[in-house]
């Protein structure tokens, strides 16, 4: 075990870089978390340490309560919220938290962003949703998370007056779906400034998605008969 939370700590660390190569967060805001595999556990970023200090030994392991477990470390004040979101959606391996800012834009107006884009179709399957607001520190925002992307294609959700949560079957992926979901948003909010951006038909965002989600990218290698 002690072998895949250093894996964990290595990877959850290196993501955090991503979310600085993309701009999605200013100063020390925003984190990654990753799930343990086969265990009640999750590896964090600590609270309000910069991104340039961060390394897989500060990196801190939580149960999913949210109580520290390993690292000399505060965990992220949103330790609570990704905890909830591990112990209600068992197929969620990486949660990943910014406040990157066309994205944090239509949460600020606590509007959902309409599926105009074929990208968007193929990443989130439809509009991305808002949840509710919620205060910071416990697990109310994870509540609003669970129960506005439960049973809803997207891995995103704009958190009303806060900013941007993204879910993934692992960290990787839930930080492809807080950078997607960013350029998703810049592009509406250009779209819209120019005008009415044109509709999707239904079927068609269905088939886009079923095309990326089954279709899209190189095949793994044959199984042996």
């Given at each position: 075990?002690s072998e895949i939370v250093r894996k964990l700590r290595e990877q959850?660390?290196?993501?955090?870089?991503?979310?600085?190569?993309?701009?999605?967060?200013?100063?020390?805001?925003?984190?990654?978390?990753?799930?343990?595999?086969?265990?009640?556990?999750?590896?964090?970023?600590?609270?309000?340490?910069?991104?340039?200090?961060?390394?897989?030994?500060?990196?801190?392991?939580?149960?999913?309560?949210g109580t520290v477990v390993e690292g000399d470390l505060s965990p992220?004040?949103?330790?609570?919220?990704?905890?909830?979101?591990?112990?209600?959606?068992?197929?969620?391996?990486?949660?990943?938290?910014?406040?990157?800012?066309?994205?944090?834009?239509?949460?600020?107006?606590?509007?959902?962003?309409?599926?105009?884009?074929?990208?968007?179709?193929?990443?989130?399957?439809?509009?991305?949703?808002?949840?509710?607001?919620?205060?910071?520190?416990?697990?109310?925002?994870?509540?609003?998370?669970?129960?506005?992307?439960?049973?809803?294609?997207?891995?995103?959700?704009?958190?009303?007056?806060?900013?941007?949560?993204?879910?993934?079957?692992?960290?990787?992926?839930?930080?492809?779906?807080?950078?997607?979901?960013?350029?998703?948003?810049?592009?509406?909010?250009?779209?819209?400034?120019?005008?009415?951006?044109?509709?999707?038909?239904a079927a068609d965002v269905d088939a886009l998605y079923h095309r990326?989600?089954?279709?899209?990218?190189?095949?793994?290698?044959?199984?042996?008969?």
């Amino acid at each position: 075990m002690s072998e895949i939370v250093r894996k964990l700590r290595e990877q959850v660390a290196g993501l955090h870089s991503e979310l600085t190569r993309y701009g999605l967060v200013a100063w020390t805001a925003g984190n990654v978390s990753a799930r343990v595999p086969g265990e009640n556990l999750m590896v964090i970023k600590p609270s309000g340490v910069s991104y340039d200090d961060l390394s897989p030994a500060n990196m801190i392991v939580c149960d999913l309560n949210g109580t520290v477990v390993e690292g000399d470390l505060s965990p992220s004040s949103d330790t609570a919220a990704h905890a909830y979101v591990y112990r209600a959606m068992p197929e969620v391996g990486g949660v990943v938290h910014t406040h990157s800012t066309y994205a944090t834009a239509w949460a600020a107006r606590g509007e959902s962003i309409p599926c105009h884009l074929t990208a968007q179709a193929d990443e989130f399957g439809g509009e991305i949703p808002v949840g509710p607001f919620a205060l910071i520190g416990g697990d109310d925002i994870g509540k609003g998370i669970v129960a506005t992307l439960s049973g809803h294609r997207s891995p995103a959700v704009l958190m009303r007056n806060h900013g941007v949560f993204t879910i993934g079957k692992d960290a990787k992926a839930a930080v492809k779906a807080a950078v997607m979901c960013e350029d998703v948003a810049r592009t509406a909010h250009l779209a819209r400034s120019l005008g009415q951006p044109l509709p999707m038909a239904a079927a068609d965002v269905d088939a886009l998605y079923h095309r990326y989600q089954n279709v899209y990218g190189q095949a793994g290698p044959p199984v042996a008969p």
